[in-house]
């Protein structure tokens, strides 16, 4: 039985006892599948899982388990179900030690995975309007439309990922894939190799490109805030809404403070960028300070409380001078 096939066996499983389960189907826009909320087994039947099954399904849980109930709604107790790659599995441990939900609550349908590609470079190389068919694995990579494809394709996220097999599931006997040797934060080291005024100036020019949509605070389910800091105006005015250059950085900067060791690197919030910020960078040198100061890594110990929840009287306090 194929992956896919195991994939909508326990989803069928899981929407009798689940109040829903969410997976994906195919979308409608230029290869990207989106999230399809199931909750019969004939939904079931349209999910899908591949190389373009992009979005971090784990939105939905948390906006599930943060949305107040409407007047004289009783709270459900069932549990939901959720279709994770290895990468969004992580957020699930973010979302348990953070108390948003339950570790019960949640039931994962981890897929292994051998990378997703990244939308901005198939569109740069087949064109918006392509009229390619399909986008699957093949022995050595994507294929498109079973051919190789005309350059590379893999999104950034997936070049050091550690998880192409989910850490954690609810659902075994899954056939795993190959788990090439993650090469850690090397992305970000040969950046950290830079000049500090180079660095400095290169992310003034990225911040001052930013229109402030928010697309990437609200597609990162790990921004789940009911009011985010940046809109509280009142009793303090931290920052304008203009798009000028300090305003902006104050925005991006309290973000990767927030994210820091939290930050799964789903790569959602870059995806959804309409300015091509490198915000998985930033979020990335987060991870790195996080782990090489406090030994904590994002989505790997549900038990240990994330770095902005805790404190042990052995962290480091070099900051301070
Ligand atoms: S980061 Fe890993 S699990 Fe996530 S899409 Fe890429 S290869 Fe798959
Ligand atoms: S998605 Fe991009 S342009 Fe929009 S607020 Fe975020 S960084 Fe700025
Ligand atoms: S900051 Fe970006 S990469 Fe990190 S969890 Fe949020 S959406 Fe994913």
Redesign the pocket.
């Given at each position: 039985m194929s992956n896919v096939d195991k994939m909508r066996e326990e989803a069928k499983k899981l929407v009798s006892e689940c109040r829903f389960v969410v997976g994906y189907e195919r979308g409608t826009f230029n290869h990207l599948d989106r999230a399809l909320i199931a909750k019969t087994p004939e939904d079931v039947d349209k999910f899908v899982f591949g190389p373009t099954s992009i979005p971090?399904l784990t939105l939905y849980a948390v906006t599930d388990f943060r949305r107040p109930l409407k007047r004289g709604e009783s709270p459900d107790a069932r549990p939901i179900g959720i279709v994770c790659k290895g990468c969004d599995a992580k957020?699930i441990v973010e979302l348990v030690r953070e108390h948003i939900h339950a570790r019960d609550q949640v039931k994962i349908i981890g897929m292994p995975c051998k990378g997703t590609i990244d939308p901005k470079k198939f569109a740069m190389l087949y064109g918006e309007d392509n009229d390619v068919k399909q986008i699957t694995w093949g022995p050595d990579g994507f294929l498109v439309d079973g051919q190789a494809p005309k350059g590379d394709l893999l999104a950034g996220k997936c070049l050091h990922c550690k998880v192409r097999n989910p850490s954690v599931t609810d659902v075994d006997g899954m056939e795993q894939v190959d788990q090439p040797e993650a090469a850690g934060f090397e992305g970000i080291e040969s950046f950290e190799a830079m000049d500090p005024e180079d660095r400095w100036r290169f992310f003034e020019g990225q911040f001052s490109k930013c229109i402030r949509c928010y697309a990437c605070r609200n597609?990162?389910?790990?921004?789940y805030c009911h009011q985010c800091s940046i809109d509280i105006q009142k009793p303090f005015n931290w920052t304008q809404k203009f798009t000028e250059l300090p305003d902006n950085t104050f925005y991006h900067t309290m973000r990767a403070l927030h994210?820091a060791g939290r930050?799964?690197?789903?790569?959602?919030?870059?995806r959804v960028c309409p300015m091509d910020i490198p915000?998985?960078l930033l979020?990335g040198k987060m991870a790195k300070v996080a782990y090489e100061n406090f030994n904590i890594e994002s989505g790997e110990d549900p038990d240990r409380p994330s770095l902005l929840g805790g404190c042990d009287p052995n962290d480091k306090e070099c900051f301070i001078w």
């Open positions: 971090n957020t597609a990162c389910p790990l921004c994210l930050c799964v690197d789903c790569g959602e919030c870059e915000l998985r979020n």
